[in-house]
């Protein structure tokens, strides 16, 4: 504030608090009491502050009637144009992001279930599943185990639906002979036939003397027989395997999961997949989560 | 202790109940239009049934208290002045600072001696001359009856700068009258 400022403050007696300000500009000084000079001031602060409405109720019948209507019928998100919108696109963000979430470790830890992820991911996601209480093969840990590729699903989440060995079996096999997506021939399947899981297939086939494709071909289908722990007995996949073209050869990339593919597989780490948030429309914005009153004028958060 | 009128009002008007809507219309209704009256002259009425219609749909999810819902009010009166003026394509600061460089003439004097002086005429007297931010704080401060610490919010301004303004308003008017006086 500049020297003149403070001149005037003397002459006109408006102490820096603002203290005789306030009082003026609140109508709470009386013209004869106000400092000289701002008599003129303090009169027509009571006048504009009067009580006489005048014209100033006009509408009143119509916008009570809005008001009333609008408080007892929440307006929808996508017509509340006061941050409403905000509101639903974070929520639905969070349940769209948390439903993926949701799906994507689903389909990890089926795929981690049938021990069909490549050897050191199989590893990686074997402990931390474990730390779910979801307990998938380990190639590390299962190298010395013995037993077929049924084997390698232990522990309790999991197992409590595992397929039986011949439903893994009959799931690798059906992941083995399934073509690449991203190959438009059968025969290049890159480093996929390599993995820990397919190996193991191939091993077992190798210790019985026989190929892949007649080994697999003597795999029955789980999904055509009462398979205890499992209503995942569709038959839609059943045909895959013994329909696929035999000669191929073992070499393939790691990155053709075959989880989906996996008759038999426990779904019960896989939600459903239409059970994520419902359509927009139906969740008014009164039910949404909302911030605090004071936040709804963004910009101006002090309304106290 | 029994709770403010209008507090209650705002109760009942949360649950939809026409008294209290009605109670609180009349309690800041009329501070809402001088305000626009002067703010967006002829369209004020409109404005301030958009801010109700607007502070209706918020209304659910406020938790303040009548005094703070004025303040919602007045926040959303000022923003659809805003919005008006941008459609209309034109800016009230420019009307406004035109204005605040007219001096204050003999009327004012007259009508500060009228005895039946209306409200919207002592406005007018009282932030003609002044500059937009010093008239704009002195109509919320007069007409809105809010606080600094209210004003400042819905000006985006801190509370000291609100009291800064509010000194050299009333500065000016000090000077303004003195002036007329002495014609």
Redesign the interface.
């Known amino acids: ?1 500049s020297p003149a ?1 403070d001149d ?2 003397e ?2 007696g ?1 102490p820096k608090t ?1 203290g005789i ?2 009082a ?4 709470r000084v009386e013209p004869d009491d106000a400092p000289p ?2 008599q ?2 303090a ?12 014209g ?5 019948t ?3 009637a ?3 209507e ?3 019928a ?2 929808g998100i996508f ?4 941050g409403g919108a905000r509101v639903f696109s974070r929520s639905f963000s969070a349940k769209v992001a948390g439903a993926a979430a949701v799906l994507a470790l689903g389909g990890a830890t089926v795929a981690a279930a049938t021990g069909s992820l490549p050897g050191s991911i199989q590893g990686v996601a074997s402990r931390n599943l474990s730390h779910l209480g979801i307990n998938v093969p380990d190639p590390e840990t299962d190298a010395g185990r013995s037993g077929g590729a049924g084997s390698n699903i232990h522990g309790s989440t999991v197992n409590a639906t595992a397929p039986s060995t011949t439903a893994n079996e009959f799931g690798l096999c059906t992941a083995y002979f399934a073509p690449d997506s991203r190959s438009s021939t059968n025969t290049n399947r890159g480093k996929a036939l390599s993995s820990t899981a397919f190996s193991r297939l191939s091993a077992e086939a190798q210790a019985k003397g026989e190929t892949v494709q007649v080994f697999c071909a003597a795999v029955p289908n789980p999904g055509t027989t009462s398979n205890s722990g499992s209503d995942n007995s569709s038959t839609t996949d059943t045909g895959k395997p013994v329909t696929t073209p035999a000669g191929k050869t073992p070499g393939g990339p790691p990155n053709s999961t075959p989880a989906g593919n996996t008759p038999g597989q426990p779904p019960t780490s896989t939600p459903p997949s239409g059970t994520p948030a419902g359509p927009p429309t139906s969740t008014p ?2 039910h949404t989560p ?5 936040s ?2 963004p ?6 | 202790m029994s709770q403010d009128p209008l507090d209650e009002a705002l109760d009942e ?6 008294q209290g ?2 109670a609180l ?2 309690a800041f ?2 501070g809402l ?2 305000y626009l009256r002067h703010q967006a002259p002829g369209v004020e ?1 409109d404005l ?2 958009e801010a ?13 208290d009548a005094k ?1 819902f004025r ?2 009010l007045f ?2 009166a000022r ?1 659809r002045t805003i919005d008006h003026y941008r459609r209309s394509g034109r800016s009230p600061s420019v009307v406004e600072l035109r204005e605040a460089h007219e001096p204050a003439d003999q009327w ?2 007259q ?3 009228v005895s039946d ?7 007018k ?2 932030v003609k001359g002044l500059p937009t931010t010093q008239a704009e704080v ?1 109509l919320l ?3 809105g ?1 809010l606080s ?3 004003v ?5 301004r801190s ?1 000291g700068s609100v ?2 303004i ?3 308003a ?2 000016r ?2 000077k303004k ?2 002036k007329v006086v002495t014609l």
């Open positions: 504030m400022d005037m403050d002459m006109f408006l603002g300000a306030d003026l500009l609140e109508g000079g701002l003129e001031v009169t027509f602060v009571l006048a504009a502050r009067s009580s006489n409405a005048d100033d109720l006009a509408g009143e119509s916008v009570v809005a008001f009333i609008s408080v007892r929440p307006v017509q509340d144009t006061e914005a009164g909302a911030g605090p009153p004071s709804v004028p910009s101006h958060p002090g309304h106290s | 008007a949360r649950r939809g109940e026409e809507v009605v219309y009349r209704n009329p239009v001088r009425e301030a049934s109700w219609a607007a502070g209706a749909a918020l209304l659910p999810r406020f938790e303040g703070a303040a919602l926040t959303l923003r004012d004097l009508a500060a001696v002086l209306s409200a919207q005429e002592a406005i007297a009282l002195v401060r007069v007409v009856d600094v610490d209210e400042a919010g819905i000006l985006g509370p009291r800064v509010q000194h050299r009333l500065q008017l000090a009258f003195k």
